[in-house]
């Protein structure tokens, strides 16, 4: 069960960093071609909004990995708990107010992640 946990907060840590890599550094070219509804004249006035989203979900990955290094489990598990539930609020909110998706993508593992640190 260990193994599965560490897993899923290793992904939902990756989806994060991946997400702050996008949302600071490829807004304006790769956000072009995913998010196709979007008009194309707001990719650059609204790239300090996209950026500063980015560093938001830098802090949620670096919360995640920061678990991978704390000695004593009750201490992991409740950092662990805390920033799978602000992923968890945020994928939620996300898929209420923009997509839908967002909650398989988002919310979801991290969701699975706080059940199986409570089952265990």
């Given amino acids: 069960m260990e193994i599965a946990i560490r897993i899923l907060i290793g992904l939902v840590a990756l989806f994060h ?3 702050l890599w996008f949302e600071m550094f490829a807004w304006t070219t790769r956000g072009r071609k995913i998010f196709r509804n979007f008009p194309p004249e707001l990719f650059e006035p609204t790239k300090p909004l996209a950026a500063n989203q980015g560093l938001y979900n830098g802090f949620l990955a670096a919360g995640l990995f920061w678990t991978f290094f704390i000695e004593d489990k009750v201490w992991a598990d409740n950092i662990s708990l805390f920033f799978l539930g602000c992923v968890s609020i945020a994928g939620i909110y996300g898929a209420l107010t ?6 398989f ?3 979801l593992p991290a969701l699975v992640a706080i059940l199986l640190i409570f089952l265990k």
């Fill in 105 to 107: 993508v988002q919310a």
């Fill in 98 to 103: 923009a997509d839908k998706k967002i909650f």
């Fill in 17 to 19: 960093l991946y997400f």
